[in-house]
């Protein structure tokens, strides 16, 4: 998979103009991010504001901005059902928990919501959003809220990373963006929390922190382990089980606490006699795990905006997760032209050392190991990165794969899974205008997306809907379509995307040396492409495309036929 850079909002003690910022986007149009994952959504959001909650009243969230989950002054939740009840439906007929104004659901603790929602057999869902990564995508996901809100999620939940600063006061903490969707939008609000790689004392300050905002529902989880094998905390939790004793010690009945569970423990793994329920907290060690049957949605990068599996432990990085020495020996001490960025994608993709005997293991847009996918297409993707074709995401025409297959296969078992072939990449503006003088060829096969860091866009999508890329058959189930791309959230996309070629490669080098000037020219310069092949059925034609754009560039005179741009 593949990445980008904008402008970004810095982060400062007071941020002004932050109700301006977020009515803009509002004025705009909205929809869930390119990356979708149905029956619990997925959506990749980044990048959000760096700007203080005390002014979040004001941005465009229409529900009432008083507290929605107030604590009592017994410990326990209560709830205000102040505003319009405009648009509120019953729960016999919406999923909608949150709904403002008077929903005769709202006094009612998520647990009791989720009770009458299985023995009346009525079908909802809920939204998993990954805290963003810079001030831009703050108000991004501050702005749709609400309109996300409007579809009737029973519940919408915030992941949780250690390495991310997630119970801090940042914009762009999980505890921060928990706290606005319940208390300044309405939302009924369930925040992830690992009790890996912290201590009993922190994760208590926590807990107490996330009550005192009135946040009253915690997703118990064990985390995964920073390296390749688990290390216990001193003075920690060592299970997912042990953070619900702690919280069910310390805390009551005050928080609703879910966990990922088996039906019953395996070996190894405790019984939580603390708990409630039957469920057993599946986070004991890795053997007693369970297998997630989410679509592995892409080739290279799990973070761009056009896919649907997205991991919280992918996502939560600020910063690169690799200390500044370590980057530089990655990416380059010192570039010398566009082409020693070229090379470090291929080093990337090949697994090869660069030319001072370092391992490229991650890129701005991807922290992780490539996924299997990628072997499918590493000759490919290899070649045209090598040539200036820089790919942040990327997954191959799949028709009719068993779900079990080891490559490309999700989801329940005895099921067949399909893909578009799908190419996300940054290119110069030369190559772009080639580009589309090749895709008039390909105009009914081929819809795309092109973008610069001032928001150019050119694009092919029928009246911008959402192509879905992604799609899963299995017995006895509706067909599920995890993975869209969606042309309105692409343009949300674009604004991290080249936000990190700046924030991540680019502030590597010294302001004004020829290093920073490279990946300045670049962020400036190149665009953000997306292609989707919609005939999965037939051999991938993408890299066709990429191959007559390559001829047409290469040929001799004027008389070559780009666009101009």
């Known amino acids: 998979m593949d990445h980008p850079t904008p402008k970004v909002l810095l982060a400062r003690p007071r941020c002004p103009s932050l109700r301006m910022w977020a009515l803009e986007a509002n004025s705009g149009r909205f929809s869930v991010p390119p990356s979708i994952s149905i029956s619990h959504l997925t959506l990749p959001l980044r990048d959000l504001a760096a700007c203080p909650l005390t002014l979040l009243p004001s941005t465009p969230c229409s529900r009432n901005p008083a507290m929605v989950n107030e604590p009592r002054g017994d410990g326990g939740p209560t709830s205000r059902s102040e505003g319009s009840s405009s648009g509120s439906e019953s729960s016999k007929d919406s999923s909608r928990c949150s709904t403002p104004g008077l929903d005769p659901e709202r006094h009612d603790r998520l647990r ?196 649907g599996e997205l991991k919280d432990y992918y996502l939560f990085y600020l910063t690169s997760k690799s200390p500044r020495e370590e980057l530089l020996k990655m990416w380059g001490e010192e570039l010398t032209g566009e082409e020693s960025v070229f090379e470090v994608f291929a080093c990337y993709l090949s697994g090869e050392p660069n030319q001072n005997g370092y391992k490229v293991t991650c890129l701005p847009w991807n922290d992780e190991p490539l996924a299997a996918e990628t072997s499918l297409m590493k000759e490919e993707l290899l070649r045209v990165n090598r040539q200036g074709i820089l790919t942040i995401n990327s997954q191959p025409n799949i028709n009719g794969k068993p779900s079990s297959d080891p490559i490309v296969g999700w989801g329940p078992s005895g099921g067949y899974v399909f893909q578009k072939a799908y190419l996300e990449f940054f290119t110069s503006r030369e190559t772009v205008g080639a580009l589309l003088q090749v895709l008039k060829k390909y105009e009914l096969r081929v819809n795309y997306h092109i973008v610069d860091v001032k928001g150019e866009n050119i694009t092919n999508a029928p009246e911008l809907q959402p192509n879905a890329v992604t799609w899963g058959i299995f017995p006895g189930r509706e067909i599920i379509q995890p993975t869209v791309v969606d042309p309105v959230s692409f343009m949300f996309w674009k604004d991290e995307a080249f936000a990190l070629w700046i924030e991540q490669w680019g502030k590597l080098y010294e302001e004004e040396s020829p290093s920073r000037m490279i990946i300045q020219y670049i962020h400036d310069n190149y665009f953000l492409v997306n292609l989707v092949d919609n005939e999965f059925p037939l051999d991938n034609c993408l890299w066709q495309v990429v191959e007559d754009t390559f001829e047409l560039l290469n040929r001799p005179g004027p008389e070559q036929g780009t666009e101009t741009l």
């Open 112 to 307: 009791e919501k989720m009770r009458r929602r299985m023995e009346s057999g009525d079908k909802w869902f809920s939204l998993e959003f990954f805290p963003p990564r810079t001030a831009q995508g703050a108000v991004n996901l501050i702005s749709r809220f609400d309109r996300m809100g409007a579809g009737g999620p029973l519940f919408i939940d915030v992941t949780w990373h250690p390495a991310g600063d997630p119970g801090s006061d940042k914009e762009t903490s999980s505890m921060v963006i928990a706290s606005t969707a319940v208390n300044y939008c309405g939302l009924e609000t369930i925040l992830h929390m690992t009790c890996c790689c912290q201590s009993r004392e922190q994760i208590t300050g926590y807990l107490h922190k996330a009550k005192r905002l009135g946040l009253k529902n915690i997703l118990a989880l064990r985390g995964d382990p920073v390296g390749d094998q688990w290390e216990e905390e001193e003075g920690g939790f060592s299970y997912a089980a042990d953070l619900v004793r702690h919280i069910r010690s310390e805390f009551g009945d005050y928080f609703d606490v879910c966990v990922a569970g088996v039906p019953c423990p395996g070996p190894s793994v405790p019984t939580p006699s603390a708990g409630r329920r039957t469920c057993v907290p599946s986070s004991g060690p890795p053997d007693q795990r369970v297998t997630s049957t989410a679509p592995r949605s892409g080739t290279s990068s799990p973070t761009a905006a056009a896919f």
